[in-house]
């Protein structure tokens, strides 16, 4: 049993936004502590949005979060000498945390003959996310049969 919690960080809100959603996308999305070069790439894809869905592009970024953040999800609980996989409901900010996640590994993932920037595949991630397809979405639906064919594990839950 834990003695005590983990505090968790405050991020700062990004400067061209004012919101901590974009600066932890921001920062998740950085290489080798280079926050410039992530910035720059965040923004753009930003600008690419508001572009192509004539919105504004964090409206259509918190849109597809919500598409993509799991609602279940399996974890580990060793209950007698077996570990079983529970399935357990997905709280708020970890959701958030593994759709940004999943979308930044999916976007990264893509061919580079067809997009050449990372915002370009971001967009075109996110793009695909607000379609239901696309390695994000995968995995959310990967998460979500795990968890549903782990239900008879439920009564584990602690």
Excluded: C
């Amino acid at each position: 049993m834990r003695s005590k919690t983990a505090k968790t960080r405050q991020t700062l809100p990004d400067e061209k936004y004012k919101s901590t959603r974009i600066a932890k996308l921001i920062n998740l999305s950085m290489y080798d502590g280079k926050k410039s070069v992530a910035q720059k790439q965040i923004y753009d894809a930003l600008e690419l949005l508001e572009k192509k869905f004539n919105k504004k592009g964090t409206e259509v970024f918190d849109e597809v979060i919500q598409k993509v953040m799991p609602q279940m999800e399996v974890r580990s609980r060793r209950v007698g000498g077996a570990a079983y996989q529970v399935p357990m409901p997905v709280r708020g900010r970890r959701g958030f945390s593994l759709a940004v996640r999943w979308l930044i590994e999916s976007a990264r993932g893509r061919s580079n003959s067809t997009y050449h920037t990372f915002a370009e595949k971001f967009v075109a991630e996110l793009e695909a996310a607000l379609n239901n397809e696309g390695g994000a979405i995968e995995k959310r639906n990967t998460s979500h049969r795990m968890a549903d064919a782990n239900r008879a594990f439920a009564h584990f839950r602690w």
